[in-house]
């Protein structure tokens, strides 16, 4: 277990270092950074001057030594549109972009898990049937298309939610649900196909043989082992579901960070759009390593070999 | 000595977890496919044949002629059978020649982001060793950052166009392709007719695609489905957030993001592009999932 977890945090780290080069050279890729700085109709002295005082005449690597060893004590640049700091600026908007994240997560698993195991247990029925169908169409529809008639419906005809912004929790209701829902499918698919796989197994039999009440042996027995794969998938979905906050945030005009990302990148504010990439990939990394400890934890397979 | 990580294995099984797993009834499994696959070939069809479906040239502006309502409503006219756009522009053209954009986006991505994932899928998988360990971590390192993100900041600072969201996407978009050929050749490899090719001194590349190949190949078939039809989305996105598919392209995407201006009066203008999409990855999926259970009846959750 312990040469696992060691091996595992090895992979973490140096796929951060691969993220922060790649977050390093998207910066550069975008063109000069001293004719950026300067900005338009700057004479060639003052950017000759800029170049030299920032170091953007060193090469390469010495540079990105340079910027990592900054960004990791925190000092992560000005914004070039917001002209502020970069790193409160992220991390004002970080909380927002969080709770819509795990909320849609919730909701997801909330509409899934239910679903899968209805599906399950009553297989091949019309409630199986009718399950299949919810998540082939849900995976169907594309989630801005979604927000969209979300708002038609709500905001428009019915008049119960707000269209945008993000004061009250009423403002997260239609995000949460635009974001969530699309990760729903691939939930109860796993879900179903995991509570089909552990409600034929032996032990299940035993339980059922022992007399034990069909609820108990559902909920206690097979239900725990058939959502081991569910926890490792909600990490990475949750990765997933942050990327996704740029299209929802935008939307819905949610003031968070996939909102931020997105301004940033019309706005070509690199040094901002840099460090979301950047925080979003460290923030994947961390849960991946957390769920794939915590699978090693729940499977012994993994945690001897 | 394996690497891979639990969270890369789900993901690559979650949208292919077999739909119809434990559902013994071959008919409904066929359906899946007769329906998907009927769907899509009709959306091809159309796709194809678009210049004869209707006499409208879908960049024709006619100012005279603006946001005219389609048919069921009182004001629509079959002159324009789905209306016309603010711009006065047939509507049905342009959703007609909009198919045309979602396909070529679908094609072009998953060829492009299969020939990589592929290669790098099946040598981590027969190679294994050192070879294992850097795919893992090219793809872990993949995955770690939002497709969506990264494709608007790449597109953002080249410049939006068809060809480069087909670029930037085939060159994002490999990592399920590498998870799940990765793990199928890891089963193929230790099958006897590998070992047979091998021992009749059969080259690397030779044993890659003779036997381990063609063996694999329903994998690849299901995530070259999803794939395209997660591409599609990806491609509608990037243009609904403007930075995909430029004007005056009639991307679908493109035109629920033209629309959204008129969303309170005037709301068929981002459901019928909005229809017509999830219309075709719906079909995309279906189908995918219908060849998933048709090439791979041992599925894995059994039965």
Not at chain 1, 222 to 237: E, F, I, K, M
Not at chain 2, 170 to 184: E, H, I, N, P, T
Not at chain 2, 226 to 239: C, D, F, H, P, Y
Request: net charge neutral; with cysteine.
């Amino acid at each position: 277990m312990f040469a696992y977890i060691v091996k595992r945090l090895g992979l973490a780290v140096l796929v951060a270092l691969a993220v922060s080069m790649i977050a390093f050279l998207l910066l550069r890729l975008s063109g000069d950074p001293a004719v950026a700085l300067a900005g338009e109709g700057a004479r060639q002295v003052d950017i000759e001057l800029i170049r030299q005082t920032y170091g953007f005449d060193r090469p390469l690597v010495v540079q990105y030594a340079a910027w990592l060893w900054q960004t990791l004590q925190g000092e992560l640049g000005q914004s070039v549109y917001f002209k502020t700091e970069v790193g409160p600026l992220i991390f004002s908007k970080l909380p927002t972009t969080l709770l819509l994240g795990f909320s849609a997560l919730l909701f997801a698993l909330l509409i899934s898990i239910p679903l899968g195991v209805l599906a399950a247990i009553y297989k091949n029925s019309w409630i199986d049937r009718l399950c299949l169908a919810t998540a082939v169409i849900g995976q169907a529809l594309p989630n801005f298309f979604f927000a969209l008639l979300l708002i038609m419906l709500f905001s428009i005809w019915l008049r119960v939610l707000p269209v945008s912004g993000s004061g009250t929790w009423l403002h997260f209701v239609m995000p949460t649900v635009a974001l969530g829902y699309y990760v729903a499918p691939a939930f109860m698919r796993l879900t179903r196909a995991g509570m089909i796989e552990v409600l034929g197994a032996d032990y299940i039999r035993t339980a059922r043989a022992k007399g034990l009440p069909p609820s108990r042996v559902i909920f206690k027995h097979a239900l725990r082992n058939a959502v081991v794969p569910v926890v490792a998938l909600s990490a990475v979905q949750l990765g997933f579901l942050l990327g996704g906050s740029v299209v929802i945030e935008t939307i819905f005009a949610l003031d968070g960070l996939g909102y931020l990302a997105y301004q940033s990148i019309t706005f070509k504010d690199y040094p901002v759009m840099q460090v979301i990439v950047l925080l979003l990939a460290v923030i994947y990394v961390l849960l991946t390593l957390a769920s794939d400890i915590a699978n090693a934890w729940l499977d012994p397979r993994i945690r001897v070999a | 000595m394996s690497t891979t990580t639990p969270a890369n294995e789900a993901l690559a099984f979650a949208d292919s977890a077999p739909l119809f797993a434990g559902v013994p009834d071959p008919v409904w499994r066929h359906r899946a496919l007769v329906v998907g696959g009927g769907l899509l070939l009709a959306i091809v069809l159309m796709a194809l044949l678009a210049p004869f479906l209707t006499p409208h040239d879908p960049y024709a502006q006619d100012l005279l002629h603006r946001t005219v309502p389609p048919f069921w409503s009182e004001k629509g006219s079959w002159l324009h059978p789905l209306g016309t756009d603010p711009l006065g522009r047939d509507y049905l053209s342009r959703v007609l020649y909009g198919a045309r954009i979602s396909l070529l986006i679908g094609i072009s991505v998953a060829l492009i982001s299969g020939l990589i994932g592929t290669t790098m899928g099946m040598l981590a998988g027969y190679v294994g060793g050192k070879t294992d360990m850097v795919v893992t971590f090219v793809v872990t390192t993949r995955l770690s950052m939002p497709v969506i993100l990264v494709a608007l900041a790449t597109v953002a600072t080249i410049g939006g166009s068809l060809w480069v969201v087909i670029i930037v996407l085939g060159l994002l978009k490999w990592d399920r392709f590498a998870v799940v050929m990765r793990s199928a050749t890891q089963q193929v490899r230790a099958l006897d007719y590998v070992a047979a090719a091998q021992a009749a001194g059969a080259s690397m590349p030779r044993v890659l695609l003779g036997e381990v190949l063609p063996n694999v190949m329903p994998h690849l078939i299901v995530v070259a489905t999803l794939e395209a039809a997660s591409a599609i989305l990806l491609e509608a996105a990037l243009s609904f957030l403007g930075l995909g598919v430029q004007p005056p392209l009639p991307s679908w995407g493109l035109m629920i993001s033209e629309a959204k201006a008129y969303m309170f009066f005037s709301f068929w203008l981002i459901a019928i592009p909005g229809t017509a999409l999830a219309l075709l990855i719906f079909s995309i999926n279906l189908a995918g999932d219908g060849l998933h259970d048709l090439l791979a009846p041992e599925g894995r959750a059994g039965t």
